[in-house]
């Protein structure tokens, strides 16, 4: 995995970890993109895995959450956003 991805996925751990207006729901959502896109760029992604990463991109669902956060959560869009370029310019 890329240094600089690997370390905004641990900035934004850190920031669902203590981000306390965030439901439970959202919060594991997030949990599970932020799994996945490791799985993808570890090369540990299995081919069901790859297959739902192909009929959306992993970037457009980040950038889902970016839209939806915009407002109300703009430190955590900002690190999602950032995400999402990286995994975009990746072809990801």
Do not use: C, N, W, Y
């Not at 955590?76 to 999402?84: C, D, E, R, V």
Request: proline content about 3%; glycine content about 6%; overall charge negative.
């Amino acid at each position: 995995m890329p240094s600089h991805l690997k370390e905004i996925l641990a900035e934004l751990h850190a920031e669902l970890a203590g981000h306390p207006t965030l439901d439970a729901g959202t919060k594991e959502s997030l949990r599970k993109v932020v799994g996945e896109i490791s799985q993808v760029l570890e090369g540990d992604a299995t081919e069901e895995d790859t297959e739902s990463v192909e009929s959306e991109t992993l970037s457009s669902r980040v950038q889902s959450f970016v839209d939806e956060f915009e407002l109300q959560h703009p430190q955590l869009t900002k690190t999602l956003s950032t995400i999402a370029e990286r995994l975009a310019d990746m072809g990801i």
